[in-house]
């Protein structure tokens, strides 16, 4: 298991995971989604319960099928429309800055 967990803090871009797995990948995809595939293959790691640890193989195994399905996502859907970040879970991807938002931000001029 060692080996396989050394292995994985190699890796460092999308590109390298899918690699890694062999998972087959168009470029454009991962080009405008890569942030997004790597947090949601993390979002699906996190939710899995018990996953045995001894067996390199399974580990295996299942990472693959969890960054297949990550990668998935976005061969069929957009960044927005999955909402992975906190950006697009928040406002739909559109920011909203009210004019008291501004007036209070800026400083105090002084009356003379």
Not at 29 to 34: A, E, L, T
Not at 71 to 91: I, L, M, W
Request: glycine share 4%; no cysteine; charged share 25%.
């Amino acid at each position: 298991m060692e080996n396989f967990l050394q292995q994985l803090k190699a890796l460092s871009s999308a590109e390298d995971f899918l690699q890694y797995f062999g998972v087959p990948f168009e470029q454009g995809v991962v080009n405008v989604s890569r942030l997004h595939i790597l947090k949601r293959f993390f979002q699906y790691l996190r939710q899995e319960k018990g996953i045995d640890q001894s067996d390199e193989v399974k580990m295996f195994t299942l990472y693959r099928a969890l960054l297949v399905k990550a990668y998935g996502d976005f061969v069929t859907s957009t960044p927005a429309q999955e909402k992975v970040f906190k950006v697009f879970q928040d406002t739909n991807g559109k920011q909203h800055v009210t004019l008291d938002s501004l007036k209070a931000s800026m400083p105090q001029r002084a009356l003379t």
